[in-house]
């Protein structure tokens, strides 16, 4: 097969990424099956595990990025993808090869058919065993779903993070942020300790009870703000003042960043208690190392291949994407949307049928034109569906068969001083992207 009949086969074989709660896979069972037959992959580095409901693929390239500066031979495995499926597996930011793809799936294929695997479950233990026959020295591994019951949950990690929890995936996950926070939970480990980004008291009472049941020692990030003061940069980024005295610049802009760097500054203190960032000699009250950490947050795209997060694509007229895709991201994304300097705003828009799409689109700018679209994905809601949902709430706009549609259409009425936003799911984010190879 070649590297695009690969993809196809993957995509048709299992349900996951096309059908949402359709190919979620309750239990370990066959993640079991499938590091058992590889050897365990997973046991012959290092890793670190981040969970969390928003900002867990920031945190893990940024993460990723921290280490790489620091001279170590980083595994990543995020998703989903925006555009090509070697984005999710990556070592030192270089996406695996496409050939490592083909020889994966033609020589295991038989031992796994039989076990009718999900997406994920086969991704993971491609990604598992890419890290250890490539020798990384450690790997950053995000959470796919939840957290108890997500196949990655087998490795026994130096960290483990959870950056926030608020409601999403509530027909797998939970109806409550109590139920969700104590599925996120899962990933806690004997011992093992945690840094926890975000708390409600809802939240924070469960990730207690089970970090005293597992002695994890843990980490509440949001009482004990690092940073002392943040601004907005006009060109690119945010720049950042910590209580440490320490001053730099991060590439990522999007305002919900704030706390997603704060939960990294505490992510990266406790790396280097335990003596894997850069200085072995770790005294109690050491600053954190400032020349890694200017690296590391202005330079993450560049180290790790990063797209996504609040990406500026062009300035006249501005036009910005962003993968934000629930209720949690978009009430910071609306307040930032609203906040940036322009003349008229257009919004592409689409969304997929498993999310909260009232809740999102009650926080939608009102003063907009909209371009209502669909993801080239079965789970995509319809143009039409999400116009009737805009029309109820007073949103004005037109609808649009495919993304690349939608933005030249919106690229064709924009004046130079106009902003146009690209959103509403990661899907219609990476059509996007894809549009403008």
Not at 137 to 166: F, H, K, M, Q, Y
Not at 173 to 197: C, W
Not at 376 to 387: P, T, V
Not at 423 to 431: A, E, I, L
Request: proline share 3%; net charge negative.
């Amino acid at each position: 097969m070649t590297y695009e009949e690969t993809c196809q086969y993957l995509f048709k074989q299992t349900n996951f990424e096309t059908q949402g709660k359709v190919g979620y896979k309750e239990g370990l069972e066959t993640t079991k099956a499938l590091d058992e037959h590889f050897g365990h992959p997973h046991r012959k580095y290092k890793t670190i595990h981040i969970g969390g409901t928003n900002g867990k693929g920031s945190c893990s390239h940024t993460i990723a990025a921290m280490l790489q500066v620091c001279g170590y031979k980083v595994g990543l495995y995020t998703s989903p993808h925006l555009v090509d499926f070697r984005e999710r597996i990556r070592i030192n930011g270089r996406p695996l090869p496409e050939d490592y793809v083909v020889n994966f799936v033609e020589q295991s294929r038989n031992f796994w058919e039989p076990l009718k695997p999900s997406f994920f479950e086969i991704t993971t233990a491609m990604a598992f065993k890419y890290f250890a026959d490539n020798d990384v020295d450690i790997a950053v591994i995000e959470v796919g779903l939840g957290g108890r019951l997500d196949c990655t949950n087998i490795i026994t990690p130096i960290a483990s993070v959870i950056t926030n929890i608020s409601l999403d995936h509530q027909q797998l996950l939970g109806s409550t942020l109590g139920q969700i926070a104590m599925e996120k939970a899962g990933i806690i480990k004997k011992g093992i300790p945690v840094v926890i980004g975000e708390t409600t008291p809802e939240t924070r009472l469960v990730f207690d009870t089970m970090a005293k049941e597992m002695e994890a020692p843990i980490v509440f990030a949001d009482e004990n703000n690092k940073i002392l003061s943040y601004q907005l940069l006009t060109e690119k980024g945010i720049e950042y003042k910590t209580l440490q005295g320490i001053t730099f610049k991060a590439e990522l802009g999007g305002e919900y960043q704030v706390k997603n760097t704060n939960t990294i500054l505490h992510v990266i203190r406790l790396l280097e208690q335990q003596g894997y960032l850069c200085d072995s000699e770790i005294e109690t009250n050491k600053p954190l190392v400032k020349k890694e950490i200017e690296e590391a947050f202005t330079q993450v795209s560049r180290l790790t291949g990063l797209q996504g997060r609040w990406q500026i694509i062009r300035t006249k007229p501005l036009v910005i994407c962003d993968t934000g895709h629930n209720v949690g991201g978009w009430q910071y994304l609306s307040k930032q949307i609203k906040e940036t300097p322009h003349n008229h705003l257009h919004i592409v828009f689409g969304m997929v049928d498993d999310k909260d799409i009232y809740g999102v689109m009650t926080l939608l700018p009102k003063d907009a034109t909209y371009y209502y679209t669909k993801a080239d994905n079965k789970r995509a809601l319809s143009e039409q569906s999400i116009k009737i949902f805009g029309e109820q709430l007073g949103l004005q706009g037109e609808t649009y068969p495919t993304v690349k549609d939608a933005y030249t259409a919106a690229l064709n009425a924009a004046t130079k001083d106009d902003f146009i936003f690209v959103g509403g799911s990661s899907y219609v984010v990476g059509d996007f992207l894809k549009s403008r190879i």
